[in-house]
């Protein structure tokens, strides 16, 4: 079963916009992981927000995580035709199992 | 540092045929998971191995899936017998014992059955 679920399903945008994907999932966590995929390069791990954070930064990413309502987001800024793939938020429960449960993606087109 | 390795990379079969897929995760990860990923929708974790033991298998179909992973390296997947709903991209992904929840995929091995 889907832990998270990704909003918008899909998103596009012109090349130097801002790109916003959320998640929002239902059991407590360890942490959030965002991942990356595309034809070209697979799945890639993009950054990992644990519970007890509310915003981090990577390079051109911002992810913020909402522990009391059970969502975060994921905010690429200045976006470029190579950001164009799926992006998927993927929860690790409380437990110690290390286990990805990976929501549904957005599917995000960055138009050049 | 080399990757995670898979093979195939596509494997067209026929359905009630057996197939298998090959993993060679990056050297000195101990956790070794294989996903199934359905066209549109997130990987979804089939089963999990920590050196050469099963950590979970909750979600792999028992009675046509079976996995190993012989002295806690290579891992292999197999299909017996195949169903139309198996048609996917197959995911390995390896992780150290450090205590790192980030994962590292392989490229995948896209299954058709017909």
């Known amino acids: 079963s889907q832990q998270g679920e990704e909003d918008p399903q899909a998103l596009s945008i012109q090349e130097g916009e801002n790109a916003t994907m959320n998640c929002s999932y239902k059991?407590?966590?360890?942490?959030l992981q965002w991942y990356r995929q595309n034809s070209g390069r697979g799945l890639v791990h993009l950054i990992l927000i644990r519970s007890n954070e509310r915003e981090k930064h990577s390079g051109r990413l911002r992810v913020t995580l909402d522990t009391s309502k059970k969502s975060s987001s994921l905010l690429i800024t200045a976006s470029r035709a190579a950001d164009t793939a799926s992006y998927f938020c993927a929860t690790v429960a409380l437990d110690s199992s290390y286990k990805l449960i990976f929501g549904s993606g957005t599917r995000l087109l960055v138009r050049p | 540092e080399a990757g995670v390795a898979q093979s195939p990379r596509y494997k067209i079969i026929e359905k009630r045929q057996s197939v298998a897929f090959w993993c060679n995760p990056i050297s000195g990860h101990a956790t070794l998971y294989w996903y199934q990923q359905i066209l549109g929708q997130g990987p979804k974790l089939l089963i999990q191995f920590q050196n050469n033991g099963v950590v979970d298998d909750s979600q792999l179909p028992k009675d046509r899936f079976s996995a190993e992973r012989l002295k806690g390296v290579d891992s292999t997947l197999k299909i017996q017998p195949a169903k139309l709903e198996d048609s996917a991209v197959y995911l390995c992904a390896s992780s150290a014992t450090s205590g790192s929840h980030e994962q590292f995929f392989g490229p995948g091995t896209r299954l058709t059955v017909l």
């Open positions: 059991t407590s966590i360890n942490n």
